[in-house]
């Protein structure tokens, strides 16, 4: 019961307040597909240039993503170049180089044409709709978004909507496709645009989940060295979907919940380290430890009053 | 067990992106006074004008509110006038009229001065320390302070630090007073300070309570119809508090945790219409109610793994 996944794959220049590097792996294909790699197949339609490092091949080997619809192309790998300053929770773009991106076509391999899971992750959602175009009736459909394709291909976007059942994309985005600032009011407005579900990421500040039967909020996990925030979004992405894949009750709301704190948990992890520097040494281990420590951060008892507040009343209860 | 605060008491007048209202009732020791009467008997020290309106004395009175340290002077009642646009997370103030404030002396009337419980809601740090030093030997003191007070006065606060058990401040207050712009370790940095407790307030994005021996993380109510966030830390200063007052039980981590959630769950109230409009039509029943619908937007269940995520695991639990 695999995952297909589409989308970017690019070499990332970043500066953070704590550091900074060059070229490093990153994209929303594969921050994505790492994280979701510890909960299920991964199998990978993306581009890459000439000039991609071999290692990164067998990183993503490694984690056994299938990289069968990967294009190698004659020209440059996606380079993005941003930095953080104080707000950790949102990067400014210095640059972004296109190249092998310019042209992608999202062409799916015969034998990936059945995947059951399909997320689109962050590209344009021309592409997204020609990734699902391909497809033969995936079971669960998956996609998140970004601020410039809601500015350049909002026709798209709403196209795409249509079609998908589960969407996830950050605070700043909600208010800008759907122009209203309260998120849970927000949220309800993208669930009349098609998705089942709709998840609304807050970086440092946590998730809101709603369907039409309920909503779910959490805090993020609260790490203490955020160290570069650089695809904490798709790491969470990947976790949430794919542990919501594999358990084939793709609606059921213990399934939904859970399925955020996994998210929560692989983004935690992913902003320990520039690129998948912290991923890569991850164990199942650390993923059900760090779940169990959030659901102590978290956790309070009921109010445990069974009348009335009037002063007192709390004291003898 | 009462709770003594000492505060300002306003005539606030406000703009939001849903309406305006002018001269209208709040104040730090006015909403923190509301909010905790719930909990709590209270008592204020604080001070107006000649011009205030009589309506609410009868308004504070109606919760029990104790206003014999009330000091009504000749001049003029403190105003502060303020807008929100977009982000309804940070008031831009207007104006702000300190009046009958510009020379207030925290004076504790006799019968105040052994009541157990002591808040310093938001107002200058050496009044803040004026009434502690007027008290006698309080068993729990908590403070709250602001920004002004940070840039103006920290060797005030600083002092004041070391003489409160419970220090509740907003994000842009925590990164402003320790220079770190991480959360939880500006929570631990404050904590060397001298509060046991210290608890960061995220408006819409929840609250985070630090000890030595814990860290507890709650993300805010999902309110829909956020009308003014006015006064909205404040009401979870006093909900908070006074819920933790009269437990009796002050650094005991289930009541800890369970006040974050009443404070939570007051300034959910308040932020749903301008001043204590809301507050003054709530009931207990409300109260409770709101506390047990939180609990069901924030559950969610073990990870339930007993060994391994590797695929295919999720799917058979």
């Known amino acids: 019961m695999s995952i297909l996944v589409v989308g970017s794959i690019a070499l990332d220049t970043i500066k953070t307040p704590f550091g900074q590097a060059a070229e490093v792996l990153g994209g929303s294909a594969t921050y994505f597909s790492y994280a979701a790699s510890f909960f299920s197949p991964v199998r990978m339609v993306a581009a890459v240039g000439a000039d991609f490092p071999q290692k990164h091949f067998q990183l993503l080997k490694s984690r056994n993503i299938s990289l069968d619809g990967l294009q190698k192309d004659t020209g440059k790998t996606f380079r993005w170049s941003g930095s953080y300053e104080t707000d950790m929770n949102s990067a400014k773009t210095l640059a972004t ?3 092998v991106l310019q042209d992608f076509r999202a062409i799916v391999p015969k034998h990936y044409v059945d995947t059951p899971h399909v997320f689109l992750a962050n590209i344009g959602p021309n592409t997204q709709l020609e990734l699902l175009d391909a497809m033969d009736k995936p079971k669960l459909v998956g996609c998140d978004t970004m601020n410039l394709w809601i500015a350049t291909q909002p026709d798209n976007l709403n196209r795409l909507l249509k079609r998908v059942d589960v969407f996830l994309l950050n605070e700043s985005e909600a208010r800008q496709l759907t122009g209203i600032t309260n998120l849970i009011k927000a949220a309800y407005d993208l669930l009349k645009r098609g998705p089942k579900v709709v998840v609304i ?15 779910f909020v959490a805090p993020a996990y609260p790490v203490e060295d955020v160290f570069d925030p650089t695809g904490a979004g798709d790491c969470f992405a990947g976790g949430f979907f794919a542990s919501l894949a594999v358990t084939g009750r793709y609606f059921d709301e213990t399934a939904l919940r859970r399925s955020v704190i996994f998210g929560t948990v692989m983004a935690s992890f992913n902003v320990e380290s520039f690129s998948l520097d912290r991923l890569s040494r991850l164990t199942d281990e650390e993923i059900l430890g760090r779940y169990s420590k959030f659901k102590k951060f978290t956790h309070f008892e009921p109010a445990d009053h069974t009348t009335s507040l009037s002063p007192g009343i709390l004291a003898q209860s």
Request: charged share 35%; aromatic share 6%.
């Open 97 to 99: 180089e296109l190249n």
């Open 201 to 215: 990421k807050k970086g440092e500040h946590g998730a809101i989940l709603a369907t039409r039967e309920f909503c």
